[in-house]
C-alpha cells in the first residue's frame, strides 16, 4: 500500500514538473462601451491585469482590479467606479476558463493559433459563462494571448441611468493583449 501511495505521489509531481506555466502581471485590457449617439468616446484602458496560462491542461486565468482602468477623462474614471461599477464592493473582475483546443497550440513553435477560450467571467459580483475566439502568438518563449468580444453591461448588473442611457452602449466591447512569459 505504501508502494502505491508513493508511487501516486511522484506521477503527480511529475507532471507539475512537465507542465509550463505562462504569466504576466502586466496584460492590458481595454473597452469601449460608446453609443453612436454619445459626443465623446467611453472607453478605458487597464494595463495591471494578471494572467497565468498552464501549458499542459489549457487552464487560463485573468484577474484585474476595476479601479486601474484609465480613462481619457478623470470624472468618467470617478463615474465608472462609484455609479456604474462599486469599486469599492467589487474590487476585481476575473475570468477562469480553458483553451478548449490547447492541443492544436504548440508553445514549442513559433506561430500564430486560433483558439476559443471557454469558462466562467465574473464583473460586477455576476458570473457568467462565455465563449470567445481569440489568438495565440508564440514567439520565443513568450505567448501573446489576444481576443476582442462584447458584454452586455445587463447580463453583469450594471445599470446605466436614463440621463445617459443614450451615451452608453447597451454592450461593452472588451480587447485582451496579454503578453506572458514562461515560468
Known amino acids: 500500500m505504501k508502494k502505491i501511495i508513493l508511487i501516486a505521489a511522484l506521477v503527480a509531481s511529475a507532471n507539475g514538473v512537465f507542465a509550463q506555466t505562462y504569466m504576466t502581471r502586466t496584460a492590458k485590457i481595454s473597452f ?28 487560463f486565468v485573468f484577474q484585474l482590479p476595476i479601479k486601474s482602468f484609465k480613462f481619457e477623462r478623470e470624472l468618467m474614471q470617478q463615474h465608472f467606479n462609484e455609479n456604474y461599477m462599486e469599486s469599492d464592493k467589487f474590487p476585481k473582475s476575473d475570468f477562469k476558463g480553458k483553451l ?43 505567448v501573446t494571448a489576444k481576443a476582442k468580444f462584447n458584454v ?32
Do not use: W
Request: no cysteine; glycine share 6%; net charge neutral.
Open 32 to 59: 469601449n462601451a460608446t453609443s453612436p449617439k454619445s459626443p465623446e468616446k467611453i472607453e478605458a484602458v487597464n494595463n495591471e491585469a494578471a494572467s497565468i496560462l498552464n501549458s499542459k491542461t489549457g487552464d
Open 100 to 142: 478548449s483546443d490547447m492541443n492544436s497550440v504548440n508553445l514549442a513553435k513559433d506561430g500564430t493559433y486560433n483558439v476559443t477560450v471557454a469558462g466562467k467571467l465574473t464583473i460586477h459580483g455576476a458570473t457568467k459563462d462565455v465563449s470567445v475566439p481569440g489568438t495565440v502568438t508564440v514567439k520565443g518563449k513568450e
Open 152 to 183: 452586455k453591461l445587463a447580463d453583469y448588473n450594471i445599470v446605466i441611468p436614463g440621463v445617459v442611457s443614450d451615451k452608453l452602449a447597451k454592450e461593452a466591447i472588451i480587447t485582451i493583449d496579454a503578453a506572458l512569459t514562461q515560468k
